[in-house]
């Protein structure tokens, strides 16, 4: 990254403005049109990914010690944010951002060492967590995949669905049940590759999905990250930041369709005036502004409590519900503004809707804030 930026930034300063700057020049190259493509096609961005990597976007969350700069969330929010607002998708730049923290957070000295710089550098691809399963869904007590003692290895069986770009990562992240409760499982795919199987799953959004199978695969006990039995902890630690990021995604769609929609509403004319001048067109636009503003204050209010080291459960799971809300919201406003044009790719809404709709399975979320927040009774 060429700028060096402090840690605690406020969403006005002028670093973060130049930031933004940065982006929107590179995504010039890397523009709606080229996303759709790469959408179409069903294909990682390979291209868009290599320029991150060569910006050093991917060492933004990593401390010095591991050629990180440490830019901190505040700087990791506002990329993200920006790739989507011009009309990119930032899933993969998030992603091999984030869940690397896991492994800062948990893991040994050795699998620091090994993998942690060439994940910022862009080398190693991090971005996988593999956690869901077929039949349990959200349901993390019933996890069926297991890891089984083998002297000092595991063997490892697993099942697992919607797992995000694991035929384009290296590293995964493996969830499982040992005898002492769910544990994570770093698995380095060139080495055992060959033994996980992935079958692609047809989506309308997040399409590099696949399902996963592992079948009696033996790996040391180096590879288990973190403790035994501590598995959902060593994923949960990273959830207040991965939560604004997922907040900063939504925010970046709305107005990337916020942006669209305005245009055609000043410059589309039927019945001889445009459409903007028309209520039924102005108010979900206003709504849909309104809602998004109030969405990034939120996400902004979560970043600063993150930065002063107080828990940012509650405040960045308001900011994701908001946020993803205000995207879906957004989503609605921009298809009546385009009417029967909202469904043609060339005006790249409908992509946008889809990208919005990944966002907005919240109830696990809400449940999480009526409890942590609101302390009422655990639902499950
Ligand atoms: C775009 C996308 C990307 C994903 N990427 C990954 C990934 O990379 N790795 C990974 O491991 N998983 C991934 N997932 C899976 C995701 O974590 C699961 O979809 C989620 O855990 C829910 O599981 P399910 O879809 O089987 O729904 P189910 O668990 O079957 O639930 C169905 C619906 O019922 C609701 N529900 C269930 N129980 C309750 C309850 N007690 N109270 C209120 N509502 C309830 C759920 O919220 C949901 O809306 C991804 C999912 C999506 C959509």
């Known amino acids: 990254m060429t700028t060096t930026v402090p840690q605690s930034l406020s969403r006005h300063s002028p670093e973060l403005a130049l930031i933004r700057e940065q982006i929107r020049r590179l995504m010039a190259r890397?523009?709606?049109?080229?996303?759709?493509?790469?959408?179409?096609?069903?294909?990682?961005?390979?291209?868009?990914?290599?320029a991150m990597a060569e910006q050093?976007?991917?060492?933004?969350?990593?401390?010095?010690?591991?050629?990180?700069?440490?830019?901190?969330?505040?700087?990791?929010?506002?990329?993200?944010?920006?790739?989507?607002?011009?009309g990119g998708?930032?899933?993969?730049?998030?992603?091999?951002?984030?869940?690397?923290?896991?492994?800062?957070?948990?893991?040994?000295?050795?699998?620091?060492?090994?993998?942690?710089?060439?994940?910022?550098?862009?080398?190693?691809?991090?971005?996988?967590?593999?956690?869901?399963e077929p039949?349990?869904?959200?349901?993390?007590?019933?996890?069926?995949?297991?890891?089984?003692?083998?002297?000092?290895?595991?063997?490892?069986?697993?099942?697992?669905?919607?797992?995000s770009f694991a035929e384009h990562t290296r590293l995964l992240l493996l969830l499982a049940n040992t005898d002492d409760g769910p544990t994570v499982f770093l698995l380095d795919k060139s080495e055992h590759g060959a033994s996980i199987e992935l079958q692609p799953v047809q989506m309308v959004a997040n399409r590099l999905t696949t399902m996963l199978f592992i079948d009696e695969l033996r790996v040391p006990d180096s590879a288990r990250l973190g403790q035994v039995g501590q598995g959902l902890r060593v994923l949960m630690k990273s959830f207040a930041r991965r939560r604004i990021f997922a907040a900063a995604e939504s925010i970046g769609n709305a107005r990337f369709l916020l942006d669209i929609s305005l245009t055609h509403a000043k410059t589309r004319v039927t019945f001889d005036r445009v459409i903007g001048s028309n209520q039924g067109v102005q108010y979900p636009l206003a709504q849909a502004y309104a809602r998004v503003e109030a969405a990034d204050l939120m996400r902004w209010d979560a970043i600063s409590e993150l930065e002063a080291g107080r828990d940012a459960g509650?405040?960045?799971?308001?900011?994701?519900?908001?946020?993803?809300?205000?995207?879906?919201?957004?989503?609605?406003?921009?298809?009546?503004?385009?009417?029967?044009?909202?469904?043609?790719?060339?005006?790249?809404?409908?992509?946008?809707?889809?990208?919005?709709?990944?966002?907005?399975?919240?109830?696990?979320?809400?449940?999480?804030?009526?409890?942590?927040?609101?302390?009422?009774?655990?639902?499950?």
Not at 99 to 106: D, P
């Open 30 to 50: 890397f523009d709606a049109s080229y996303f759709r493509k790469i959408d179409e096609d069903r294909v990682f961005p390979d291209e868009f990914f290599r």
């Open 135 to 163: 039949d349990g869904g959200a349901d993390m007590r019933a996890l069926k995949s297991t890891a089984r003692r083998a002297g000092d290895d595991w063997v490892l069986n697993a099942q697992k669905v919607f797992i």
């Open 56 to 86: 050093g976007y991917f060492r933004t969350l990593l401390p010095d010690e591991f050629e990180g700069t440490d830019a901190g969330p505040a700087v990791a929010s506002v990329l993200i944010e920006e790739v989507n607002r011009c």
């Open 89 to 132: 998708d930032a899933s993969s730049l998030n992603a091999q951002m984030t869940i690397c923290q896991a492994l800062l957070h948990n893991g040994t000295e050795t699998q620091k060492a090994t993998y942690l710089s060439a994940i910022g550098s862009g080398e190693v691809r991090c971005l996988c967590v593999a956690a869901t």
């Open 314 to 380: 509650t405040r960045s799971a308001m900011a994701k519900l908001l946020a993803s809300e205000a995207s879906w919201e957004t989503a609605r406003a921009a298809m009546t503004t385009f009417g029967g044009w909202a469904l043609s790719s060339e005006m790249h809404v409908e992509r946008k809707v889809r990208e919005s709709m990944v966002f907005v399975f919240n109830n696990m979320l809400w449940s999480y804030l009526a409890e942590e927040g609101l302390d009422l009774p655990k639902a499950f």
